[in-house]
């Protein structure tokens, strides 16, 4: 053994995304990787697919630093591209599927995305006449590949691109992999936030180590059987299912979308050992599972839990179904630093949001005064962690406002410290709402209603969901003389925004409440949406 192989396995050895398939190939390379429909890879093939798409990256001409954003659904072709554009020193930026035209031409464009990977359709959705829309607002994109049948003119297809990497050697791709540094910029996630506009949080690959520190915490081996159902451009599916496959030498289900049924007829037929999700997926799993008893193998799960509204859903997944682990986190310092252990009780477990892990630091303060928080007294959550990201993608004033000198990044987030040591999410101090998961920033909605003719101001607030855990109301203030229709309201926005943000209910009203300082009262209004519209 050299002092070189020594010192690597004496000390921490960072880890780089577009090495890792090639070293789950070298551990685990005959065991299967992925499971398609039909088709199937091993790790040994899989890697070998990371290559192909590596050297068309660099053919394409993608050059170190370049941002490439993937706009599609779960396919495999996004997991190959999820390894091989770090491999070749470029930056992956996940967009979002239920982004329409609007959403996404902001996204492409403040991100400085120079070549883009888009699905032509998904069941309804038209994502090539999203594309043919906006293309020309994208004066950075310079290449863009198209995945199916309908593909713009000028716009290269998914074979069309694959065929450049027989003219890329090894070497030349041996060498690009070489040059990329552990403290590159490697994926920009974007989340809503509380302004109108969305930010991308900046991270670098130090989160591989997070993933790798929860896959042993979770116990997985090779033996297991992921469920790949959540959305791949989001962090908990880019985490906890393709991530923990690769580093662990399992195997993926993949799913193009998320259907409980089949998912759960899958996991009877092909041994799946772990779900993971929001308590709107668990909660569907149990609604389809109590309706049709399937024979499963499950082991455990993760399942964000601590909120007062996720315990029923929680603790009836642990009779009925399987333990599972809690974890709290958000884009800007990763999918989960805080998580619970299988070991820990079924209270913790449900009504916890976990414990930092190693190298991750918790405060929770009054938002007012930054005084620190005794005990089982609530306030703004604050983390320090090797996993807080670099900063919002060219927004230097947000990236400050939010990550303090000290390197606290202030979450925004209610949370009370118990006794135990364990965290409670308990809210957002910020204004935002969490709809089936996903992060909803009133303000964005309301900016859009406010552009339209007839509208003098609006307020959005959240109505409790049995099943997505909150959604979205409107109300809309008229102004003097204006004839507006929700329905019309509504129907402006479906085609412009992700489904996701889009109001549950639209009320016209000849006022809102103030504050003597001239600010909405959504306390006021959120009481009135229960009295409203129910639960």
């Known amino acids: 053994m050299t002092t070189a192989d020594k010192t690597t396995l004496s000390a921490y050895a960072p880890r780089l995304m577009g090495d890792l398939p090639a070293e789950a190939a070298r551990l685990w390379g005959d065991r299967e990787a992925l499971v398609w429909g039909q088709q199937q890879w091993t790790h040994a093939e899989f890697s070998s697919e990371v290559d192909i798409v590596a050297k068309a990256l660099i053919e394409f001409g993608v050059q170190a630093g370049d941002k490439v954003g993937i706009w599609m659904t779960n396919r495999p072709e996004w997991l190959f591209l999820m390894y091989a554009i770090p491999a070749v020193g470029a930056v992956t930026v996940p967009l979002n599927t239920r982004y329409r035209a609007e959403d996404v031409h902001y996204t492409v464009d403040q991100s400085d995305t120079s070549t883009l990977f888009f699905n032509d359709h998904s069941g309804p959705v038209d994502y090539s ?33 694959l065929e450049g990497a027989a003219r890329v050697n090894d070497e030349t791709l041996a060498t690009r992999s070489r040059a990329v540094r552990f403290e590159d910029p490697m994926i920009i996630i974007y989340t809503s936030g509380t302004t109108s506009l969305p930010k991308g949080a900046v991270h670098n690959h130090s989160v591989i180590r997070n993933v790798a520190e929860r896959t042993q915490m979770h116990g997985v081996t090779f033996d297991d059987v992921h469920a790949g159902y959540l959305p791949l ?189 364990h965290v409670v999410f308990m809210g957002r101090l910020k204004d935002m709402l969490k709809v089936g998961g996903e992060n909803v920033a009133p303000a964005e909605m309301e900016g859009r209603l406010r552009k339209l003719p007839g509208v003098n101001d609006v307020a959005i607030v959240g109505l409790p969901d049995a099943r997505m855990g909150e959604v979205p109301v409107a109300y809309v203030l008229a102004e003097a003389g204006a004839a507006l229709d929700a329905d019309h309201l509504l129907d402006h926005l479906r085609s412009r925004v992700a489904s996701f943000k889009m109001p549950r209910h639209i009320k016209i009203v000849d006022a809102l409440p103030m504050t003597p300082t001239g600010k909405i009262r959504k306390v006021e209004l959120r009481a009135q949406a229960l009295e409203d519209f129910g639960v």
């Not at 950075?140 to 713009?152: F, I, Q, S, Y």
């Not at 496959?245 to 195997?251: E, N």
């Open 233 to 421: 451009f989001h962090a908990f599916g880019y985490t906890e299912v393709a991530l923990f496959t690769v580093l662990t030498g399992g195997k993926t289900i993949l799913f193009e979308t998320f259907d409980a049924e089949a998912i759960l007829d899958a996991a009877e037929a092909e041994g799946i050992t772990l779900l993971h999700g929001f308590d709107t997926h668990w909660g569907d799993f149990l609604r389809v599972n109590a309706a049709q008893p399937r024979r499963l193998a499950l082991r455990t799960g993760t399942l964000a839990a601590g909120q007062e509204s996720t315990t029923p859903v929680a603790r009836r997944v642990q009779e009925e179904l399987c333990p599972t682990v809690s974890g709290w986190g958000m884009s800007e310092v990763w999918t989960a630093c805080v998580v619970s252990h299988v070991t820990n009780s079924v209270e913790q477990r449900t009504e916890a949001s976990g414990y930092p892990m190693h190298g991750v630091e918790l405060r929770v303060i009054d938002p007012e005064t930054g005084a620190e928080q005794p005990p089982d007294v609530p306030g703004e959550l604050l983390c320090r962690s090797y996993t807080t990201m670099l900063g919002y993608y060219e927004k230097p004033e947000a990236t400050a406002e939010t990550i303090d000198a000290d390197g606290w990044l202030h979450s925004g987030d209610l949370a009370r410290m118990r006794p135990d040591g």
């Open 129 to 161: 006449s999203m594309v043919r829309e906006v293309r020309s607002k994208w004066p950075k994109v310079r290449r863009m590949v198209v995945l199916g049948e309908d593909r713009p003119d000028g716009i290269t297809s998914w074979d069309e691109f």
